[in-house]
C-alpha cells in the first residue's frame, strides 16, 4: 500500500442490507447497488455460499460492474449451514469434514469464473468451548490436512486465514497470530497467508503493526480488515476511532512491507442503526487522514530516533503533534 495513492476500498457488503428500500426484497443485488451508491467504495467480498445462491457468477459479475465495484474476492461463511456447528474441518464427522473441503473448493471455482484469486478462510466454527471436548491433536491435524487440500484445489488462488479468538465457539482452534503461523508453516503452500483484521488483532491482546510485521515475515500478508473497538470483543467500530495511533502505526508499517491489497472496512453499521452509505464515507474520510499522517510519519528523523531509543516520552509528543496539533 502506497501513502501516495489512494488504495482500493472495500466492505462489509451484508451491512448494505439497511440501505435497500423498504419495498425491496433483501439481495446481494440490492447490496452491491448500495454501496455503490456510497461513492467512495472501489471493490467487494462476496460470502461464499450465501452470496451466490440462486445466482451464476456472469450475472453477479455484471451487478459489480453496473455498480462500479470490482471483485476483491471471496470469503467462506461455514456458519450459513447448521451441520457444521461443531465444526467445519474440525468437525468429528469425516463426511462433514469432506463437505467442508468440497464447499470451499466450489467457492475457489465460483471466485475463479469470476475472475477472483483469494479466498478467504474465517473458521470461526473450528474450536470447542470445554474442557475434554475435543481431541486437540485430532483437530489440528484434521485442520492443517482440510487447508492443504484446498490450496492445493487451485495454486493460483491465495488463501487467508482470518483469525479470531472466539466466537461463536468459546475458543477457536487459531485464536491468534502465533498460532496461525504455526498452522501455515505446517501447511507449508505458497499460496497459503494470513488476512490481518484490526478489532480480532485487538481482541487476541496483540499490536496491529507488530502483527502486520509477524505476518510478512514468515508468511505472506494476502489481507487486511479495518475497523476499531475496544478489545473485549469484535466491536466492528469506524476505524481509527478508538485507536487512532495504532491505526496511523499499521499505514507506516503497511507502507515498508509494499503492501498494496485492498483496505477492507468489516465494520457493523447496522448493530447500531447507522446509515451504512454514511459510515462508509466516514470510514474513507477518516483512513484517508489517517494516511496522510503516517506518510508524514514514515521517514520521520525524530521519530525513528525516538523509537531506536524506545523513548515514548519523545515518540507520543511527535504522534500527538500530526494527529492533535500539539507542540507544533
Do not use: C
Amino acid at each position: 500500500m502506497s501513502t501516495d495513492s489512494r488504495p482500493r476500498y472495500a466492505a462489509r457488503l451484508n451491512a448494505f442490507k439497511r440501505a435497500i428500500p423498504a419495498n425491496e426484497k433483501v439481495s446481494i443485488r440490492g447490496m452491491i447497488d448500495a454501496a455503490g451508491r456510497s461513492g467512495v467504495l472501489d471493490a467487494a467480498d462476496l460470502n461464499y455460499p450465501d452470496h451466490f445462491e440462486g445466482q451464476l457468477t456472469r450475472d453477479l459479475s455484471k451487478m459489480l460492474e453496473d455498480a462500479g465495484l470490482s471483485l476483491n474476492g471471496l470469503a467462506m461463511r461455514y456458519y450459513t449451514n447448521p451441520g457444521y456447528a461443531i465444526g467445519a474441518f474440525t468437525n468429528p464427522d469425516p463426511d462433514v469434514r469432506r463437505a467442508a473441503i468440497d464447499e470451499t473448493k466450489r467457492g475457489i471455482d465460483a471466485g475463479r469464473e469470476m475472475g477472483g484469486r483469494l479466498m478467504t478462510l474465517w473458521m470461526g466454527q473450528d474450536g470447542f468451548d470445554y474442557a475434554f471436548q475435543g481431541d486437540y491433536a485430532r483437530m489440528w491435524d484434521d485442520t492443517v490436512a482440510a487447508i492443504a487440500e484446498v490450496a492445493d484445489h487451485d495454486p493460483e488462488v491465495d488463501i487467508a486465514i482470518e483469525y479470531k479468538p472466539n466466537e461463536p465457539r468459546a475458543y477457536a482452534l487459531m485464536p491468534d497470530v502465533g498460532t496461525t503461523l504455526l498452522a501455515v508453516r505446517e501447511v507449508d503452500r505458497p499460496n497459503l497467508g494470513v488476512t490481518l483484521d484490526f478489532a480480532h488483532v485487538l481482541y487476541a491482546d496483540e499490536m496491529p503493526a507488530h502483527t502486520a510485521h509477524l505476518i510478512a515475515r514468515h508468511s505472506r500478508l494476502l489481507g487486511v480488515h479495518l475497523n476499531d473497538g475496544y478489545g473485549k470483543r469484535d466491536d466492528g467500530l469506524m476505524a481509527g476511532t478508538v485507536h487512532a495511533a495504532a491505526t496511523v502505526e499499521l499505514f507506516v508499517e503497511l507502507e515498508r512491507l509494499g503492501y498494496g491489497g485492498v483496505i477492507y472496512f468489516d465494520t457493523f453499521p447496522d448493530h447500531s442503526g447507522l446509515d451504512p452509505l454514511k459510515e462508509a464515507q466516514t470510514n474513507v474520510a477518516l483512513v484517508e487522514h489517517l494516511r496522510a499522517v503516517a506518510a508524514r510519519l514514515k521517514d520521520n528523523a525524530a521519530l525513528t530516533d525516538a523509537i531506536a531509543r524506545q523513548d515514548a516520552t519523545d515518540s507520543q509528543r511527535i504522534i500527538a503533534a500530526e494527529l492533535y496539533g500539539i507542540g507544533r
